[in-house]
């Protein structure tokens, strides 16, 4: 079955960027999608498409996928980022698949 | 607004039947499909199923398939996820989810409903 791998945590400082990854084979191919769940919170769209921000979303989200690797990158970041973050794909296969997750935390 | 509402918390012993359900709002229900996705605590997402309200076409997740049943009314513009026979195991928060896109490769999930809470235990 088809796998999406994330690293367990990303530590960032205020105001830099933080870029969480997202790897599955060949999913360059595929289309990448990224969710954000705060604590006690139900997740959110952030990324859809690899690249496209959803209405609300503030424009230091950004995505990119290529080759194995879907990024999802926060540019500035704020205190307010800090959260788990899911990538998410769809496999012939598999169908819908979401990665482990990666807890970003903002020092 | 597109809004999901799901039901509330339930508490319940292993055996025991349970139906939860997701309302939809905003947008026509019958055009969209809704997932359902199991958080177990302290875990990840994990993607139950979806059903297309307008014929009821349903797809599991082979982790799924046989363990849980998914429904709607398209009546009523709800989806159902509903399980026979509990176990602790069951234990987790279930969140409905509106699934987007034009095809299933570049589909995602938008809105998501609040999530219910189901805590299984004798």
């Known amino acids: 079955s088809y796998e999406l791998t994330q690293p367990p945590s990303v530590s960032v400082s205020p105001g830099q960027t933080a870029s969480i990854t997202c790897s599955g084979d060949?999913?360059?191919?595929?289309?990448a999608c990224w969710y954000q769940q705060k604590p006690g919170q139900s997740p959110v769209l952030v990324i859809y498409q690899d690249n496209k921000r959803p209405s609300g979303i503030p424009e230091r989200f950004s995505g990119s996928n290529s080759g194995n690797t879907a990024t999802l990158t926060i540019s500035a970041t704020e205190a307010m980022d800090e959260a788990d973050y899911y990538c998410q794909a769809w496999d012939s296969n598999t169908a819908y698949i979401f990665g482990s997750g990666t807890k970003v935390t903002v020092l | 607004e597109v809004q999901l509402v799901q039901s509330g918390a339930e508490v319940k012993k292993p055996g025991e039947s349970l139906k939860i359900s997701c309302k939809g709002s905003g947008y026509s229900f019958t055009r969209y499909w809704i997932g359902w996705v199991r958080q177990m605590p302290g875990k990840g997402l994990e993607w139950m199923g979806i059903i297309y309200p307008d014929d009821s076409d349903i797809r599991y997740s082979p982790s799924f398939q046989g363990q849980v049943t998914i429904s709607a009314d398209r009546s009523i513009s709800t989806a159902y996820l509903q399980w026979s026979s509990l176990k602790a195991s069951d234990t987790a928060m279930y969140y409905c989810a509106r699934l987007d896109g034009d095809t299933s490769m570049e589909a995602w999930f938008d809105p998501w409903g609040q999530g219910t809470l189901v805590t299984v235990s004798s």
């Open positions: 060949k999913l360059g191919d595929k289309y």
